[in-house]
C-alpha cells in the first residue's frame, strides 16, 4: 500500500529551473528517510539527493551539489527536489525512494534539459 508518486518533470532550457515533486501515501511519511534517484538509459541509477524524515540532515552527490536542493514538508506528505542551473547533463528519469521496508520507488518523471 506504501507508495510514492512523482510529478514536475518535463522539458527545460539549460540553465532554467525546475521544481519535482513526490506525494506518498500508504505509510508514515515522517518517519521514514527519504532520497532522489536519476537514471540515464544504459547507465546505473544514480543518488542525486537523500534527507532524513524530519529533514535535519541532507546529502548531495558531487554532481549536483550548489544547483539541487532536497527538501520535505510532512504535513503533506511531499518530497521536493529544486534543480536549478540545469545542464544537458541532468537529462534522466528521476525517481523518488523511501526506507520502507527493503525501499520503494516511484514510477519516476522524466526531465529533459534541452535548448
Known amino acids: 500500500q506504501a507508495r510514492l508518486v512523482e510529478s514536475g518533470g518535463g522539458l527545460v532550457q539549460p540553465g532554467g529551473s525546475l521544481r519535482l515533486s513526490c506525494a506518498a501515501s500508504?505509510?508514515?511519511?515522517?518517519?521514514?528517510?527519504t532520497s532522489w534517484y536519476r537514471q540515464v538509459p544504459g547507465k546505473e541509477r544514480e543518488r542525486v539527493a537523500a534527507i532524513t524524515s524530519i529533514g535535519d540532515s541532507i546529502d548531495y552527490a558531487d554532481s549536483v551539489k550548489g544547483r539541487f536542493t532536497i527538501s520535505r514538508d510532512n504535513y503533506k506528505n511531499e518530497l521536493y527536489l529544486s534543480m536549478n542551473a540545469l545542464k544537458p547533463e541532468d537529462t534522466a528519469v528521476y525517481y523518488c525512494?523511501?526506507?520502507?521496508?527493503?525501499?520503494?520507488w516511484g514510477q519516476g518523471t522524466p526531465v529533459t534539459v534541452s535548448s
Open positions: 525512494f523511501a526506507l520502507v521496508g527493503s525501499g520503494i
Open positions: 500508504g505509510f508514515d511519511f515522517d518517519r521514514y528517510a
